[in-house]
């Protein structure tokens, strides 16, 4: 009886979990949390430090409720601890009972309560494609970074040797030279620098419109056709293990043209046999 009990509320809690009313009201408190940690960094808070206090310990407890919700929809307690968002949320639930009050945990205790934010990643289906792509595509554009880095080193040793008389401040060594170069890239009144070595090197135009034809039109298309390509790949994933749209689609053809080869397959192995039994 005991065993019927616990599992008869153990589909209680695995309907709730996935009750839409519950996940909307979870993503709202999260919203609201972020608030009121806000609502800290003004001034005009100190007056209401005792409310918006009451109300943290509010939404920790809220989210403490939750997340054993969570966990005991799950058949095994250790199944609970398989999925990664899972174990970020597990996290950031217990970080934020670490106590305010203490000077040496403060800091860590308010930081944690920043992150509640990042929550939202884990409730969020949607958003959970975006992070899954982005965290994919960090080593795609790691390459392309290191690309990038010869290319400003490149250019930041030639400004070095060339412009350093000219200013020091923007030109006086590799590393000064590659943060001039960031700024140039960014576009950040870059106009004004060239301007300057162009009194001295006429020619030195060429410079700056290579570097820029670089860093802005190649390796910025390269790092958004990256992201681009990963994005389809994660949106297609999602599409089929949500079982919506094209990717979907394509899928289940797939999966029925597979069907009928083994089919076919089967009907000409069973022609076959028939045909050496039965010979003419």
């Known amino acids: ?18 009750n839409k009313i519950f996940e909307t009201i979870v993503i709202a408190i999260i919203l609201f949390s972020a608030l009121v940690i806000g609502a800290k960094t003004y001034d005009e808070a100190v007056a209401y430090s005792g409310l918006i206090d009451v109300l943290d310990y509010a939404v920790t407890l809220f989210f403490i409720v939750e997340i054993t919700i ?6 095994r307690f250790r199944d ?6 899972n174990i970020f949320d ?12 203490s000077a040496e945990s403060m800091l860590l205790a308010r930081l944690l309560r920043i992150f509640r934010v990042l929550r939202l990643v884990s409730m969020v289906p949607e958003l959970r494609v975006l992070m899954s792509a982005f965290l994919k595509a960090l080593p795609k554009m790691a390459y392309v970074a290191l690309f990038m880095f010869i290319i400003f080193y490149i250019y930041g040793a030639a400004g070095s040797l060339f412009f350093r008389e000219i200013n020091p401040f923007y030109w006086e060594n590799v590393a000064v030279a590659m943060l001039t ?8 009144s870059w106009t004004s620098i060239m301007y300057e070595t162009m009194e001295v090197y006429p ?16 390796f910025l298309n390269m790092m958004i056709g990256i992201v681009l390509d990963v994005m389809q790949k994660e949106s297609s994933a999602f599409d089929r293990e949500q079982g919506i749209g094209d990717a979907n689609d394509i899928q289940a053809i797939k999966a029925d043209v597979t069907d009928l080869h083994s089919k076919l397959d089967g009907m000409t192995e069973h022609i ?5 039994r039965h010979p003419k």
Not at 181 to 188: N, S, Y
Not at 205 to 218: H, K
């Open 1 to 18: 009886m005991e065993r019927a009990d616990f599992r008869l509320w153990q589909d209680k809690f695995e309907r709730l979990r996935s």
């Open 70 to 75: 969570r966990i005991a929809a799950e058949r």
């Open 80 to 85: 609970f601890f398989k999925n990664g968002w």
């Open 90 to 101: 597990f996290i950031i639930v217990v970080g934020s009972l670490i106590p305010v009050d």
């Open 181 to 188: 170069l960031f700024r140039i890239a960014t576009f950040e």
């Open 203 to 218: 020619l030195s135009w060429i410079y700056y419109l290579s570097f820029i034809f670089f860093s802005a039109f190649i």
């Open 272 to 276: 076959r046999q028939l045909t050496e």
